[in-house]
């Protein structure tokens, strides 16, 4: 996720450095942009006119990082002030390359941003459910183990749904049973 984060400089760094390469090889390296080795029109725009955006990589990136930071958050707990830098950085690069170094994006209508939204909507849920599980874990939270007899025997954890006894998931499981019921009556009363 580190990694992940400081990857849109790396776009917007090698998105400005390439393109202005190939512009000085076209021209000679003398900066004007008259003086091309291009014989078609059709070549001289697409060398001086930036490239094309891709806005479907960049959706699948922000759904990369949000679902990475909701499913593993609870465990690691840092990954939610990474995920966030990582939000920040993209947010800042992406307004400079749409801006700076992009054509005009193809007009688009608001299908994959919906699509986008409805698949979002399933990180807090998965949040949840893992929050759920990971901390009603009896080995780490109460030091509950069972030894091993024989190498082939399974380690019992003991890691199951109760709802006779009261601990600090329960609030947890009610809240999952609330997004549950929130999903489906959306899902009902959509229109």
């Not at 000679?28 to 001086?48: E, I, M, Q, R």
């Amino acid at each position: 996720m580190i990694i992940n984060s400081i990857l849109p400089y790396v776009g917007l760094v090698t998105g400005a450095i390439i393109p202005r390469v190939k512009q000085y090889l076209d021209n000679g390296f003398s900066g004007d942009p008259y003086k091309t080795k291009k014989t078609a029109v059709a070549g001289y725009k697409d060398l001086y006119s930036g490239g094309s955006y891709v806005i479907h990589f960049k959706y699948a990136g922000v759904l990369n990082v949000v679902f990475i930071t909701m499913f593993y958050g609870v465990g690691m707990p840092l990954l939610f002030p990474i995920g966030a830098f990582n939000m920040f950085n993209q947010y800042c690069c992406e307004r400079i390359i749409v801006a700076y170094q992009m054509r005009l994006p193809p007009a688009l209508d608001d299908k994959l941003t919906l699509n986008a939204i409805n698949m979002l909507k399933i990180a807090p849920l998965m949040l949840l459910m893992n929050c759920y599980w990971m901390i009603t874990n009896r080995q780490i939270f109460e030091n509950k183990w069972d030894w091993i007899q024989k190498t082939t025997d399974t380690m019992k954890s003991d890691h199951l749904l109760q709802f006779d006894i009261m601990n600090w998931g329960n609030p947890v499981m009610f809240m999952i049973c609330v997004g549950f019921i929130l999903q489906i009556v959306l899902k009902i009363f959509q229109s």
